[in-house]
């Protein structure tokens, strides 16, 4: 069975530093791949999505970015944080016949 | 700009009374459809999807789909406290890569 896995689960970290976010996925090759964005009381907002090795595409302007440097493998960075960038971030991966998206587990980034 | 709207609630149900969550969406070109379960502090749960028109039964939960209305809803019969959490209406964008728009949930809270 497929499963994904995000770490670090929580993440407080001061304004201006960097950020590194990853996710693995095992139990499937080659899946499409997704970072989102939960601000507190909001809906999820789609960051960035990948459908192969070194495939990123972005969804909004920011300060983040995104990498696949392995087939399940999905980095979410950024350089300098800023207070905006506080949230729970998710990655998700398609499987399914109906493109259905299955989330991992999230990080909580609290930025001060 | 593609939409999902739903009504943030929060509803309020007793215990054992059918809950009725809906949604609307803006992209007639939309063909699959998800409800998300997402409890507090933790990341969304694939419920149900539906992508034809008409009813998808799946234990205590009915999605219902009208692609004339752009309206998509989930009924939960018996509704018990461990039901109370968030529900997100995600639509799947016409076109590749299989991303999906979210609404910004409905928070259902069962009383006993």
């Known amino acids: 069975s497929q499963t994904i896995h995000q770490w670090p689960a929580t993440l407080v970290q001061p304004v201006g530093s960097p950020l590194s976010l990853e996710c693995t996925v095992e139990g499937t090759s080659n899946p499409n791949l997704y970072w989102y964005r939960q601000a507190a009381g909001r809906g999820l907002q789609l960051l960035f999505y990948?459908?192969?090795?070194?495939?990123i595409s972005s969804e909004v302007p920011q300060n983040l970015s995104a990498s696949r440097p392995q087939d399940r493998q999905f980095i979410l960075s950024s350089k300098k944080l800023l207070l905006s960038d506080s949230g729970f971030y998710l990655c998700?991966?398609?499987?399914?016949?109906?493109?259905?998206?299955?989330f991992g587990p999230g990080t909580r980034l609290t930025v001060l | 700009q593609k939409e999902v709207e739903q009504n943030s609630g929060p509803l309020s149900v007793p215990e054992g009374a059918i809950a009725s969550l809906n949604c609307t969406y803006s992209d007639r070109g939309s063909q699959s459809f998800f409800w998300y379960r997402q409890y507090s502090g933790k990341s969304p749960e694939l419920i149900m999807f539906?992508?034809?028109?008409g009813d998808k039964e799946d234990g205590r939960f009915t999605a219902q789909l009208n692609k004339a209305s752009q309206y998509v809803s989930l009924l939960i019969r018996d509704s018990q406290p461990s039901d109370s959490a968030t529900y997100l209406c995600a639509v799947n964008m016409e076109g590749g890569y299989n991303k999906l728009i979210f609404g910004a949930g409905t928070r259902l809270a069962v009383h006993p």
């Open positions: 539906i992508y034809s028109n």
């Open positions: 998700a991966w398609r499987g399914g016949r109906y493109n259905e998206q299955f």
């Open positions: 990948s459908v192969g090795i070194g495939q």
